[in-house]
């Protein structure tokens, strides 16, 4: 009789090690798979940061495309093709349209893209309404007759709306 309480220590003391085996790996399960979803949630909060860099960057380039359109639309058609104007003025020209072509190129290397608008319905999530115009030519209310100021978008978000005239 006395080798059954050694052997029932034995057993207690060999359960209790079970049972530490047991917590100790599932608490180091706990722990690995927190790291994996810490890893992950960074990998995110960095991705969102770099996001929020290249829109303020993007930010700041803005009116520097939106002034190379403006002055692209005040350049007479025979200059841009090159058609007519001194040989000096014809190379401003094209270098003037490179450098803008440069820039669009840039805008879309980093997934920005211009949001086309004309001759589609006013969509409010994507343009921003400047004037309403009566215009036989489109019989429709509210589609895009002119584009005033382009807008962006990176991905699905919009960087800035497209700022329109529309039809009434």
Known sequence: MQEEPIL???????DECKKQRDEYLNNWKRATAD???YKKDEMERLAMIGNYAKESMIFKILPIIDNFYLAEKQLPEKLKSGQEGTAQSIEWTRGFLQIQKQIEEFFKKEGIEAIEVLGQQFDP???EVISEISNPQYPIANVVIEELQKGYKMGSKVLRPTKVSISK
């Open 125 to 127: 999530n994507n343009m």
């Open 8 to 14: 029932t220590t034995e057993n207690n003391e060999l």
């Open 35 to 37: 790291l994996i979803n």
